[in-house]
């Protein structure tokens, strides 16, 4: 496909556990952004990748955050120890070196922890 | 105080009605503006980009920036039932990497 894919779509997990959320940005596009959203909320900065490493990680809430994107295309959001507070819908977005105003966001991946 | 307010709504407006939505912002450094759709459990999707002060038509859809005043407004003209949905106003200081911030949304709702 063309657009931003995520998943899995709907996460659900108990309060504790580990989980990870996939993003695949839009072939070519070199920066990829994490955000949450909560209910309610507009969707809030998590981390910014430029390439392979992390620009710009200052909207992780916390140690048990953290992202990553080896080769430059994929990204993984990885949260341990989850906690209730971490329920949120997380949007991935990817744009262009040239174009980097123009965010392509995905259609979240939907986490719910009991 | 948020960096960007935005009043939630919602708005309900009749089909074919001007609708106009806005946002206040307190950081004098944003110079990029941005305004969203996001229609209930999608990404949002970027509709209009403006820098600095100023206004932008595409289409039915014109956005004014007054910086002055740190005051951003969407205009949709003809409102369609279609455009209802939750506008999200996004800004920005950086022109290269942009790390955007956003407001609550506004919940719209155009009745046929």
């Known amino acids: 496909g063309a657009g931003v894919s995520q998943t899995p779509s709907n996460k659900v997990t108990e309060k504790g556990k580990y989980v990870e959320l996939r993003c695949d940005p839009i072939?070519?596009?070199?920066?990829l952004y994490w955000y949450r959203q909560s209910l309610g909320q507009g969707p809030e900065f998590l981390i910014y990748?430029?390439?392979?490493?992390?620009?710009?990680d200052s909207g992780l809430p916390n140690d048990r955050f953290f992202a990553v994107r080896p080769e430059g295309s994929v990204s993984t959001l990885k949260i341990q120890r989850t906690e209730r507070g971490d329920s949120a819908v997380y949007l991935c977005?990817?744009?262009?070196?040239?174009?980097?105003?123009?965010?392509?966001f995905g259609p979240g991946t939907r986490l719910t922890v009991t | 105080q948020k960096e960007v307010e935005q009043d939630p709504g919602p708005l309900s407006v009749p089909e074919g009605a001007i609708v106009s939505l806005n946002c206040t912002y307190s950081n004098s450094a944003f110079q990029y503006f941005m305004w969203y759709r996001q229609y209930s459990r999608k990404g949002p999707e970027l509709l209009m980009y403006?820098?600095?002060?100023g206004n932008k038509e595409d289409g039915r859809f014109t956005a004014q920036v007054d910086k002055s005043s740190k005051y951003i407004s969407l205009f949709i003209r003809d409102s369609q039932p279609s455009d209802s949905a939750t506008y999200l106003c996004?800004?920005?200081?950086?022109?290269?990497?942009?790390?955007?911030?956003f407001g609550i949304g506004t919940k719209l709702q155009v009745i046929p």
């Open positions: 072939s070519g596009h070199t920066a």
């Open positions: 996004a800004m920005s200081s950086s022109g290269g990497y942009q790390k955007v911030t």
């Open positions: 977005a990817s744009s262009s070196r040239d174009r980097p105003y123009e965010q392509y």
């Open positions: 990748f430029q390439g392979t490493g992390a620009a710009d």
């Open positions: 403006t820098y600095s002060s």
